[in-house]
C-alpha cells in the first residue's frame, strides 16, 4: 500500500470548474484562482463504543476491511451528514453486531489520521460507553469479522492500528 498523503497534495484540480489554479490557502484549505471555489479539508467526526462484558473485558472488532484488514478495532464509524453521534453509534452498532443500544455516556475523543485510497482523512474520534440491549447472539456484520473480548490492559497495541483507539485504550486503563 502507498502510503496516504495529505489531502492539500493530491488535490491538483479545481472540482468546480476543473481549472489548475488550484492554490494552497493556508495550511488546510485550497481556492481556485480562476473561479473563487474554496475548499476546506475539515474533520470528519467519527464515534466508537466501549462496551464491557460482565467479567469487565472490552469487546474489539476484527476489521474486514481495508485499512487495517484483520486488524483490531473498537466498535463503531464515521458520522453521516446532518448526524448526531448517538444516533451515529446506535446505527453502526446495530449495522455491526445486529443489536440495540440500551444506555451510552460519553467518554473521550482523540483525533486521528485515516489512510484512506490514498489520501489521509483527519477524524474526531468520539468514545462513549455503550450498554448494549443484549450480549447474546452478537453477530459480526457488515465491515468486521469477528467480536472479541479483552481486558484494558491486556490488548496488544500492535493490533490496535489507529492512535486514537491506542489513547482511548490508555486513557481506560488510567480509570481503571
Ligand atoms: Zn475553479
Redesign the pocket.
Known sequence: MTEAKHPNQVFKY??????T??RQSGDRSKK??????HYFFNTSAAVAAIIFNEEGKIMLTRRAIEPHKGMLDFPGGFVDPMESAEDSLTRELKEELGTGVKKMDYFCSFPNMYPFAGIQVFTLDMAFVVELESMTGLTPMDDISAIEFYHPSEVNLDELPAQSMKNILKKLNEHS
Do not use: A, I, R, W
Not at 479545481?14 to 481549472?19: A, D, E, H, T, V
Not at 481556485?32 to 471555489?37: N, S, V
Open positions: 479545481c472540482p468546480s470548474c476543473g481549472s489554479q488550484l481556485c484562482l480562476h473561479c473563487g471555489f
